[in-house]
């Protein structure tokens, strides 16, 4: 059963609004609103809007009623918008939103380009990652409707005090410089990389990407056709990789988070290609990690350099039948800047949405990343969006790294 928190009303709205607004209801009487999370209330993100949405209701009079839904809400959302539930606002992945649920959103246009009182007099777009913004604005035909928060990107994450015990002095940015620096591990008795199940097709799709660019990396998918000469490059570098200790071979039974907590976190395995959210999720397990970040190294000329990375985030949605779109978009304002947008990044060890919020000290070089990002990578290259493919990647990545596959074998099987 969902968990509900009931944040009461405890200041007059006509009195408290943000940058002029009240907390009237748009026509009329106070407002309160009904948000649908797809955090767990035990979540730091969860623990964290409820704070917010507390101290919210405190300076507006908007009360916030807030269903934790967890993961669930992908399953229990739409039935309830069909069924005409009071939903006011919802939360979910910035693509999920915007394509699964797209006809119930509220144009958000024109809220977008308000001031706020968290946003100092400025524009609300002005003072929020504007790549996301236009990404935004880009799934949804040309209008912004969906917010983006809990901005992630897709990197390499990586042990700090592992490259500094190994003497790797700069960060790889191409194939043979990768390969030096898990040559350097390899000789301080670390392996370089590792992957659990749920990733193995995302680094597979990341270096066709490295290898051929992103259009031929989904033309790949589209046309169900791995013959391509870079299957086969790909197949000889794990093997490699492989057989000289660069890449853990416990990653062909890797069942997440396995890799993660039993070979990042215990300092067997330096690097990961995973998300900027893995400091959170394995801090727990890994209290003094000292993080450090880089894009997937370049590979081939004739492949995306460390420009190209797939990011996203999770976002906002207003529901196109509120009666109170006013104060909702007031309420996303409030946890997308000042300062819960930055408690928000630092307790669950994210990225921030406002640009002048701190970035927590784990990301401080997925940020550099994050700027230099120029192209915008599918995830996975969109390996994942073919159940078939993704299965056959598992199934034969698996089988190249534990070396019952060897490079041309692998190639074969992936051609079948």
């Not at 009329?28 to 209330?41: P, R």
């Not at 009360?63 to 309830?80: E, Y």
């Not at 870079?230 to 890799?259: D, R, T």
């Not at 999770?314 to 529901?319: A, R, V």
Request: glycine share 10%; net charge negative.
């Amino acid at each position: 059963m969902k968990k509900r928190i009931v944040l009461a009303a405890v200041t007059a709205a006509a009195l408290l609004g943000l940058a002029g607004c009240s907390g009237a209801k748009s026509g009329g009487d106070s407002a309160k609103l009904v948000y649908w999370s797809m955090w767990n209330e035990a979540e730091p993100q969860g623990q964290v809007i409820a704070r917010a949405a507390e101290a919210f209701t405190k300076e507006t009079g908007i009360a916030v009623d807030i269903n934790f839904n967890g993961r669930d809400i992908r399953k229990t959302l739409q039935p309830a918008l069909d069924a005409g539930e009071a939903i006011d606002l919802f939360d979910e992945d910035i693509e999920r939103v915007a394509n699964t649920w797209g006809n119930y959103l509220l144009p958000l246009d024109e809220y977008v380009s308000k001031a706020y009182s968290t946003t100092g007099g400025r524009p609300y777009g002005d003072v929020i990652n504007k790549t996301l913004l236009n990404l935004a604005r880009e799934l949804g035909s040309g209008q912004v409707k969906n917010i983006p928060y809990q901005p992630m990107a897709f990197v390499t994450m990586y042990n700090k005090d592992l490259f500094e015990k190994a003497g790797i002095a700069s960060l790889p940015k191409t194939g043979d410089e990768l390969l030096e620096a898990c040559a350097k591990l390899a000789a301080i008795g670390v392996t370089g990389l590792t992957v659990d199940d749920a990733y193995m097709a995302a680094f597979f799709g990341y270096n066709m990407d490295r290898l051929v660019g992103a259009d031929a990396t989904y033309a790949m998918v589209q046309n169900n056709d791995f013959t391509g000469p870079q299957v086969l490059q790909f197949g000889q570098m794990m093997e490699m990789m492989v057989q000289n200790g660069y890449f853990s071979q416990k990653a062909a039974s890797n069942i997440y988070p396995a890799g993660q907590v039993e070979e990042i976190a215990t300092g067997r395995v330096a690097m990961y290609l995973n998300g900027t959210w893995l400091p959170n999720e394995i801090k727990g397990n890994a209290p003094n990690m000292r993080w450090g970040s880089f894009a997937w190294p370049a590979l081939a000329p004739t492949g995306d350099g460390i420009e190209t990375n797939n990011f996203g985030s999770q976002s906002f949605g207003i529901n196109k039948n509120t009666k109170y779109p006013e104060e909702a978009f007031q309420f996303i304002v409030w946890l997308t800047t000042g300062e819960w947008d930055a408690t928000l990044a630092q307790e669950s060890i994210g990225i921030p949405m406002g640009n002048d919020s701190a970035w927590p000290e784990a990301l401080a070089e997925a940020k550099v990343v994050v700027d230099s990002t120029t192209r915008r990578l599918r995830w996975g290259g969109g390996m994942e969006d073919n159940p078939d493919i993704n299965a056959k990647i598992k199934e034969n990545l698996a089988k190249l790294i534990m070396g019952s596959f060897n490079s041309n074998e692998f190639a074969a099987a992936m051609a079948r």
